[in-house]
């Protein structure tokens, strides 16, 4: 049977004998953090072992909604009283410095070109999940302090708007293909399942016109060329992030399917519509590199 004991994985491989392997601290520590944990199972490969935690989790009683808007430079996250912006800029810098390296490649063998392109593609997607990996443990935590219930919008067809004959350029539309919009989505829910916080995620019907239609009258935004992600509203009479906008919306629908009577949504509506939301714009946490090996800071 497995087991664990004094940060030791003990591995029975018959006639009561264990192999064992020793832990690291961080692994430790997860296990020193909740008694509730309990060992599924483990993953042995060459250089890595894998161990499954499991736990009983009861949902949250969220009092709040947020709501997320996904972007291929930032994450907003928020609500009407208060919105926090990611830059997520430094994925597309990854990804654009991984592609010129592979493009670069002019070894004859084709053979070791995919070799090394596969390389570097590893490396590039492990460097955007370790920003993403932040970012979306920031959202949680969050989240988890204030009791706020998560709401996303459902974009799994927007790769249509970016396929080949649509009148868009190759290296445009090889960007937007690069753009890892589930991955974000993937990581925080299953962090906040971990933590019992509700994430749901809103049909296509309930979110269409979120970042076209003002949070605050309900007015249509008019949109200028020359400054692509501002919209205009003519009757609060003041220019509007794109995104800050899809976020409080998604935040007020969320409300309003997760509130348990027309009252309660109607309370804080009137009672966020009072002020205008707090905006933070956060940088991710940088990435560096060092020698052959990456680091992250």
């Known amino acids: ?18 192999f064992d392997i020793q832990l690291n601290k961080y692994v430790q520590q997860i296990l020193a953090s909740d008694s509730n944990l309990i060992v599924r199972s483990f993953t042995l490969t060459v250089n890595s072992v894998s161990i499954a935690f499991a736990k009983d989790v009861s949902e949250r009683r969220c009092t709040m909604t947020v709501g997320i ?31 010129d390296v592979i493009k670069s490649l002019k070894r004859n063998d084709v053979r ?22 932040r970012v979306s443990k920031h959202i ?15 974009i799994r067809r927007i790769r249509q708007l970016y ?37 749901i995620q809103l049909s296509v019907k309930d979110t269409r016109g979120t970042s076209t239609f003002c949070p605050q009258c309900g007015e249509r935004l008019q949109g200028d060329r020359r400054l692509r992600r ?29 509130a348990h009577s027309k009252g309660i949504a109607g309370e804080a509506m009137k009672r966020n519509l009072e002020h205008d939301p707090i905006i933070l714009r956060v940088d991710a946490m940088k990435l560096s590199h060092i020698g052959s090996a990456t680091h992250y800071s």
Not at 77 to 98: M, P, S
Not at 116 to 128: D, E, F, H, V
């Open 140 to 154: 949680v935590q969050q989240a988890k302090q204030n009791n706020k219930a998560i709401f996303f919008e459902d």
């Open 69 to 99: 808007d996904r972007n291929l430079r930032n994450v907003t996250c928020g609500n009407f009283e208060k919105l926090v912006q990611y830059d997520l800029t430094q994925a597309i810098e990854v990804t654009e410095a991984t592609n």
């Open 112 to 133: 070791t070109r995919k070799k090394l392109a596969s390389k570097y593609g590893r490396r590039r997607r492990n460097r955007i999940n370790q920003l993403l990996h």
């Open 230 to 258: 501002q919209l205009w509203c003519k009757e609060c009479r003041r220019w509007q992030d794109r995104d800050i906008v899809a976020a409080m919306n998604l935040s007020l629908k969320g409300w309003m399917l997760f």
């Open 1 to 18: 049977m497995l087991c664990i004991e004094n940060g030791i994985l003990k591995i029975p491989i018959g006639n009561r004998q264990y």
């Open 163 to 199: 396929q080949r004959g649509n009148g868009q350029g190759r290296q445009y539309r090889g960007m937007m293909n690069s753009w890892s919009f589930s991955e974000i989505k993937r990581q925080i829910e299953y962090k906040a399942r971990w933590e019992g916080i509700p994430v």
